[in-house]
T-cell receptor
Framework: AQRVTQPEKLLSVFKGAPVELKCNYS??????LFWYVQYSRQRLQLLLR??SRESIKGFTADLNKGETSFHLKKPFAQEEDSAMYYC???????????FGTGTLLAVQP | EAGVAQSPRYKIIEKRQSVAFWCNPI?????LYWYQQILGQGPKLLIQ????????DSQLPKDRFSAERLKGVDSTLKIQPAKLEDSAVYLC????????????????FGPGTRLTVT
């Protein structure tokens, strides 16, 4: 079955600390993975996708097929990074997204 | 460019009543999605349109939910009759026409409609 798992509902860190938001997936085939972010009172928006292999707002995510993971990382957290983060998987032929349950990142000053 | 528009933003109804949500996608976006997001969960796809045809409605509770996208632009999602478990945020998203897997276009989300069924 196609599934995305985000084990942490809440991750609280201090400003300047490293951040790692975990995401594991289940998919038979070559996966296409994304991270979406929702800042307070804003819309859900794309943060990054694995095929781009780029850093957005200091965040990176590497697809590890052996561990079926796509963890989101940032070396130094900023207060403006506080938001809800969703990992999502392209579900197949229709390109629908399958979302995880999300992780709330709270960066303390 | 203008983003995805949705209305209403909030709706409170009693169970067994009906409700309708409206979505206007970004101009030129061929693909339109309706997601249901229950509190504490991620968005779940209900139905996906490509132009005015349905691509995926496998998770749409068809006994009570219906959706249409006339003329391949605006879309409406209806619930009739509503149940308590339908309380959720209903998100509309749109994207350009995806032609190949592995090169999917970004989905742009609307602000959502928060439905409370009492």
């Amino acid at each position: 079955a196609q599934r995305v798992t985000q084990p942490e509902k809440l991750l609280s860190v201090f400003k300047g600390a490293p951040v790692e938001l975990k995401c594991n997936y289940s998919y038979s085939g070559s996966p296409e993975l994304f991270w979406y972010v929702q800042y307070s009172r804003q819309r859900l928006q794309l943060l990054l996708r694995h095929i781009s292999r780029e850093s957005i707002k200091g965040f990176t995510a590497d697809l590890n097929k052996g561990e079926t993971s796509f963890h989101l990382k940032k070396p130094f957290a900023q207060e403006e990074d506080s938001a809800m983060y969703y990992c999502a998987l392209n579900g197949g032929a229709t390109n629908k997204l399958i979302f995880g349950t999300g992780t709330l990142l709270a960066v303390q000053p | 460019e203008a983003g995805v528009a949705q209305s209403p933003r909030y709706k409170i109804i009693e169970k067994r009543q009906s409700v309708a949500f409206w979505c206007n996608p970004i101009s030129g976006h061929a693909t339109l999605y309706w997601y249901q997001q229950i509190l504490g969960q991620g968005p779940k796809l209900l139905i996906q349109f490509q132009n005015n045809g349905v691509v995926d409605d496998s998770q749409l509770p068809k006994d009570r939910f219906s959706a249409e996208r006339l003329k391949g632009v605006d879309s409406t999602l209806k619930i009739q009759p509503a149940k308590l478990e339908d309380s959720a945020v209903y998100l509309c998203a749109s994207s350009k026409l995806n032609r190949a897997r592995g090169a999917t276009y970004e989905q742009y989300f609307g602000p959502g409609t928060r439905l409370t069924v009492t």
